[in-house]
């Protein structure tokens, strides 16, 4: 006599079989072939920076110590005080290639440059990335968040090109060229095509700033159709803000001007849970600076810092973006479980999220919770 189940039991049956078929795949992934060598340690310049800088600096330290990671740094004192980045440090992250910093202070107003702009310019870092995303156990009022920003670097509103015409009248130039328009549309398609990304979304103002931003448009637009796999549209800035906060989930990869994605990526990163567990970095030809996603510049205040209660978590996340850019994925993936899984305990959090924890506790755990 045939079996009958009825239509509930059939399906608990149906996912039992499911679940038992997932559970036999390994979860390890296809073995990573490095080359010969590439197990070498690799030196990092690290800049500590100002702030909370040294303390979520310490964290990573700390943690790429558990983990044996195959890493060393080059310390090095800069603050945002400074007239300029000193000879040396320029020279070491020329040499590695990769740096790791904490936040510098950029001065208001008087005519001090910006360190942050420095390294930028002179390393040609022109691609700004920040990631920001949902992380399970940190509750956001919008779930499914998971937004990459993409913010050309070195010119734009940042140009740094201002002049006081005549007393009480200033003039700033925004600089919009073909050639920086284009690499940022190219990386920014090519990073939507190497992670299996959807949708790359333009954010302009060309409806004001016609020749300026019409410029940075027409150069997406000739980068999209040589990738006719990715969808591609274009929004308004202003628009653009009122959809991250109210439908962020409908945006995947966004490629903005330099001013525009310095907004868009803290908005983004608010939605998503905070600047405190954002990551992100820095990316040009041949050198890469990673740092906190958002508010780069933030080095907290006095308090925070007393009490050594600042958010190592963004900072640790953007390690693990630059353990993957020098090739050691293993590495990478192991500490960004950990994090994941601390964040999903609940246990130690810093006051950002809700929790008392200090940094050093936060480090702690990330370290215990290392496989």
Not at 33 to 59: E, F, K, N, Q
Not at 116 to 136: I, T
Not at 145 to 156: H, W
Not at 320 to 349: C, W, Y
């Amino acid at each position: 006599m045939a079996r009958r189940f009825t239509p509930i039991l059939k399906e608990l049956l149906t996912n039992s079989t499911n679940q038992c078929s997932r559970s036999l795949i390994p979860t390890r992934s296809v073995t990573y072939m490095p080359r010969p060598g590439d197990g070498s340690p690799r030196a990092v310049t690290l800049l500590p920076g100002d702030g909370i800088g040294p303390l979520v600096t310490g964290a990573v330290e700390q943690v790429m110590e558990a983990m044996h990671a195959p890493v060393y740094f080059e310390k090095y004192e800069v603050h945002g005080d400074m007239k300029k980045v000193p000879e040396e440090v320029i020279d070491s992250i020329k040499k590695n290639k990769v740096c790791l910093k904490g936040g510098l202070a950029t001065p208001m107003g008087g005519g001090v440059s910006s360190l942050n702009l420095q390294l930028r310019k002179e390393m040609d870092l022109y691609a700004s990335l920040v990631n920001c995303f949902n992380l399970p156990g940190l509750p956001t009022r919008h779930e499914n968040v998971d937004i990459v920003v993409i913010r050309e670097n070195t010119e734009g509103e940042y140009s740094g090109l201002e002049h006081e015409v005549v007393s009480g009248v200033v003039e700033s130039l925004k600089v919009i060229t073909k050639f920086c328009s284009e690499r940022i549309a190219k990386y920014a398609f090519e990073y939507a095509y190497l992670n299996n990304r959807k949708k790359v979304t333009a954010v302009h103002k060309a409806n004001i700033m016609k020749l300026a931003d019409g410029l940075f448009l027409e150069s997406c637009r000739e980068v999209a159709t040589k990738y006719p796999g990715i969808k591609y549209s274009e929004i308004i800035v202003d628009n653009c803000c009122m959809q991250l906060v109210s439908k962020p989930e409908q945006f995947d990869v966004m490629v903005t001007p330099n001013l525009y994605g310095n907004l868009v990526a803290n908005t983004a990163a608010g939605i998503a849970g905070g600047t405190g567990v954002m990551p992100g970095g820095n990316v040009g030809p041949d050198h890469a600076i990673f740092e906190q996603g958002a508010s780069a510049g933030n080095v907290g205040n006095e308090k925070i810092v007393e009490q050594k209660k600042a958010n190592p978590v963004a900072l640790l996340l953007s390690s693990a973006m630059m353990l993957r850019h020098l090739q050691f994925p293993s590495f990478a993936d192991r500490l960004e479980t950990a994090v994941k899984r601390v964040i999903l305990e609940g246990n130690h959090q810093t006051k950002d999220l809700g929790g008392i924890s200090t940094t050093q506790e936060v480090t702690d755990a990330v370290i215990a919770a290392l496989d």
